[in-house]
Structure formats: structure tokens, C-alpha cells
């Protein structure tokens, strides 16, 4: 089976290594250079904690090859099992976290919950204030600005063909198949996979299906480094966005961070972000909550990227609802990163067997149209 994938993130890359492995013939499309958009501007989260009940077997599958990733891809992506700590502030947080931890449960998710003294004897240096917390001790990290590319070299190595700086012009179902048109080229195939993030929705579109999508872009940064070493990601249980902070310590000792900041909103044409300066401070003192430490370092770069956040925060994931042959693989919502492995493993299953494991039904693209 000839498919094209549009988009060489880590949906795409993961997409076509596995579709390969699988015995597909594929081209990979990318508007700009494999694994620079969304992917490179991630956190780095492997985390299962939080999510949507639905997402839960997806999560799995993807940690799973995460753990295998170095061995599958032949270099070291950085994926560290340092576990997940998520602080909480207040006893209403903590009802939230233990409401979700019971509801998880079924789900294949084990929450350890954390008092005071725990936190502090294992974890010394975080949130003094805090009174509970939840640990995921097999989630961790990786470094997004490996993983994309590994995947993408991997996937050379099956033969997939990987277009650069192609710039689309036309897409269109074609007879029995697709037609791409680009500034590199044209190519064709029986199957066209759309892992286009941000810009997902134009091609769903076009083939009738809409999808409620805007395209946003995360504050982050990065601090000099420290020399104390925090092993596992950092959260926060809260209801309140100005207090969503998160941040992981770095091999070099560089702490990276996120949250706590409205995402700034992002033109598609040409789809650049921008980190906002004037946002910084907010973001600081809700990340000092969590590690104080960080008052006392400097920040030495700040950026942004274009991600595609979806109505309901959950991704579009599956067969298309109008044309045979597409699948969609986008709007992961700022929390694709953990998914991207079993995403790709997902949809390679389901474009070359006609079904998948994991339950796909929740991220149906046509479940906007649905009565409510």
C-alpha cells in the first residue's frame, strides 16, 4: 500500500516509521524541516496524570514505546522515567486529585498520594507550601528535539521518502487514491494520512469535514543551569490558569518550564510564535510556587510554537467521516508529546488493517457534527 503522510512532526515521523514497518510504501510531506513545529517547541511531558479518561489507553500503548525507543530507533531520544509529581496547594485540588486518581484507576493508572513530610523527605527543595500531592513514578521526560528526527531517520532507513520545504499547493482525491501537489513535486497514493497539527483542520476541510480548531502558542523557557538535580516533572493540581505552572530539570542542569501564561494566538500564514516578554513575571512567581529556587536563576531563552488546540482539548484521531482512504492524526492540544509513539503505531495499525486495538472513538473527526 502506497500512503502519503502530510506533516513531519512527531505524529508524522512516528506515523511513517511504523506504517513502514509495517510494509507500506510512503512519502512524508513537510512544509518546513522535519520535527520544527510543534514538537520542538514541547515541554518534553511524558505524563499520563490528567489526562482524559479516553486518552488513557493511548497514553499506555505510547509509554510503552517510549521505553523502547532507544533500542527501536538506534540513538538515545532521552527518555528518562524520573516520574511525574503533581503539588497541590489546597484541599479543594486535593479532592480533584483523588476524585481522578479513583476514577483512573479502572483505566490502567495508578496515582500514589503524597502527604507533607513525603513530599519534603523525598522531594526537597518543592513546594514547601504545598499540603498532598500525586507521583507517577514510570512517567518522566524526553527531549523533544530528538525524538522527531530519530523517528524520521528510522523510518529512511525502511525506505519512506521524506520531502522537505515543500510547500502545498493542491490536494485531491484522485480515482482510487490522492494527489499532492507541492513546490517539490507531485506524488500520489492509495492512502493520505493528515498529521498537519495546527494547519490539520485546512486539510480536513477540504475533503468537508470541519474542525473547531485555533492555533496557539506555548510560553516557555529555559533557566541557566542549577546544580541540584530534580529528578521528576513538576505540576500542579488547580482550577486556577494562573497557577498552571510546570517545569523538569535537565541532565545539564537546566530547568525548562511552562504554563501559568495565556498561550498567545497564532497566524497559520506563515504560522511563527512568539514567546510574549510581558508575561514572563506571572509565569516566574507561579513556578517559583513549585520550586523557590528558581527566584534565585536567571532565564536565558523564552519561545513559542504553533500547536493546534481543538474545542474539547482532545485530539482528532481515525478514519475520515467523508472520504475513503484519509486519516486524521491531529490537534493534540499541547499535550501530544506523550502520545506521539503510540500515535503512530495507532495509525499505521489502523490505515493497514482496518481496525486498532485502542479505542479511537472518543477523537472521531466528525463528532463535532453529533447532536449534543
Avoid at 521505553?67 to 527518555?79: C, H, K, N, P, S
Avoid at 492509495?190 to 490539520?200: I, Q, R, S, Y
Avoid at 474545542?311 to 506521539?340: C, E, K
Amino acid at each position: 500500500m502506497d500512503v502519503i503522510v502530510l506533516g513531519g512532526g512527531l505524529m508524522g515521523t512516528a506515523s511513517a516509521y511504523f506504517l513502514a514497518r509495517r510494509g507500506a510504501h510512503v512519502t512524508l510531506i513537510e512544509r518546513n524541516r522535519v520535527g520544527t513545529g510543534a514538537t520542538v517547541a514541547s515541554f518534553g511531558n511524558i505524563r499520563r496524570t490528567g489526562r482524559h479518561l479516553s486518552q488513557l489507553p493511548l497514553a499506555h500503548r505510547s509509554l510503552e514505546l517510549w521505553r523502547e525507543a532507544d533500542q527501536m530507533l538506534g540513538r538515545d531520544v532521552e527518555f528518562r522515567a524520573t516520574g511525574h509529581i503533581r503539588l497541590i496547594f489546597d484541599e479543594g485540588s486535593l479532592a480533584d486529585m483523588r476524585a481522578y486518581a479513583e476514577a483512573a484507576r479502572p483505566w490502567g493508572l495508578e496515582l500514589e498520594e503524597l502527604g507533607q513530610r513525603e513530599i519534603s523527605s523525598r522531594f526537597p527543595g518543592l513546594g514547601p507550601d504545598a499540603i498532598a500531592a500525586s507521583f507517577s513514578p514510570h512517567d518522566g521526560s524526553g527531549n523533544p528535539r530528538l525524538i522527531a528526527p530519530a523517528f524520521a531517520e528510522a523510518a529512511r532507513k525502511l525506505g519512506v521518502a521524506i520531502v522537505e520545504d515543500a510547500e502545498i499547493d493542491t490536494i485531491r482525491r484522485s480515482g482510487s487514491g490522492f494527489v499532492v501537489v507541492c513546490s517539490k513535486g507531485t506524488f500520489a497514493a492509495e492512502c493520505l494520512l493528515n498529521t498537519a497539527g495546527a494547519w490539520g483542520a485546512r486539510v480536513a476541510a477540504q475533503f468537508g469535514e470541519e474542525v473547531p480548531l485555533d492555533a496557539c502558542g506555548p510560553q516557555m523557557g529555559v533557566t541557566e543551569p542549577l546544580p541540584h538535580r530534580i529528578l521528576p516533572v513538576i505540576g500542579i493540581w488547580t482550577r486556577d490558569k494562573d497557577h498552571g505552572a510546570y517545569l523538569r530539570q535537565v541532565e545539564r542542569g537546566n530547568i525548562v518550564f511552562g504554563g501559568a501564561a495565556e498561550r498567545v494566538p497564532v497566524d497559520l500564514d506563515p504560522g511563527h510564535a512568539v514567546a510574549d516578554p510581558t508575561r514572563l513575571p506571572l509565569q516566574l512567581r507561579a513556578v517559583a510556587r513549585l520550586l523557590p529556587a528558581i527566584a534565585q536563576v536567571a532565564v536565558i531563552r523564552t519561545w513559542s510554537g504553533c500547536e493546534g488546540y481543538v474545542r474539547d482539548m482532545l485530539p482528532v484521531m481515525g478514519r475520515s467521516a467523508t472520504t475513503p482512504g484519509l486519516f486524521h492524526a491531529f490537534g493534540f492540544s499541547g499535550h501530544g508529546f506523550q502520545l506521539g509513539p503510540g500515535v503512530g503505531d495507532a495509525m499505521a495499525e489502523l490505515v493497514m488493517t482496518d481496525r486498532c486495538e485502542t479505542p479511537l472513538d472518543d477523537f472521531r473527526v466528525d463528532r463535532f457534527g453529533r447532536a449534543t
